[in-house]
C-alpha cells in the first residue's frame, strides 16, 4: 500500500533552519505532485509548498516564499522542505501528501490530494 512518512521535526530556535524529508512508497513517486501542508494548534490546515511531477515546477503559500525550499529526488522517492528563518508561527505539525500528475495550478488544494502522510512536529521557539 501507499505510504507517506516524514521525519526531521524536532525544536528549533527561532531563526535557525530545518529540512523535513517525506519518503514514500507504494506508489510511481515520478508521476505525483508532492505538497507540504501544516496545521498549527487550534487552526485550520493549510498549504506551504509543493513541486509538481514532470518538471518540478515548485508553488509556495507568500508565508513560505524566500525562506522555504521544497525539492524532490525521483531516485529516492523522496521529496524535501528545507525550512530557514523559521519563525515561531511557523510551529506546526507538518503533512506531506501526494497528488498524481497534478499541475502547478491545483497543487496547492489539499482536497485533491490521494495521499497523507502522519506527520511531524514543528516547534520553533522564540
Known amino acids: 500500500q501507499v505510504q507517506l512518512v516524514e521525519s526531521g521535526g524536532g525544536l528549533v530556535q527561532a531563526g535557525g533552519s530545518l529540512t523535513l524529508s517525506c519518503a514514500a512508497s507504494g506508489l510511481t513517486f515520478s508521476n505525483y505532485g508532492m505538497g507540504w501542508f501544516r496545521q498549527a494548534p487550534g487552526k485550520e490546515l493549510v498549504f506551504v509548498a509543493a513541486?509538481?511531477?514532470?518538471?518540478?515546477?515548485?508553488v509556495y503559500a507568500d508565508s513560505a516564499k524566500g525562506r522555504f525550499t521544497v525539492s524532490r529526488d525521483n531516485a529516492k522517492n523522496t521529496v524535501y522542505l528545507q525550512m530557514n528563518s523559521l519563525k515561531p508561527e511557523d510551529t506546526a505539525v507538518y503533512y506531506c501528501?501526494?497528488?498524481?500528475?497534478?499541475?502547478?495550478?491545483?497543487?496547492?488544494?489539499?482536497?485533491?490530494?490521494?495521499?497523507w502522510g502522519q506527520g511531524t512536529q514543528v516547534t520553533v521557539s522564540s
Open positions: 513541486i509538481t511531477w514532470g518538471r518540478g515546477n515548485t
Open positions: 501528501a501526494a497528488d498524481r500528475f497534478a499541475a502547478a495550478q491545483t497543487i496547492r488544494d489539499m482536497n485533491t490530494m490521494d495521499y
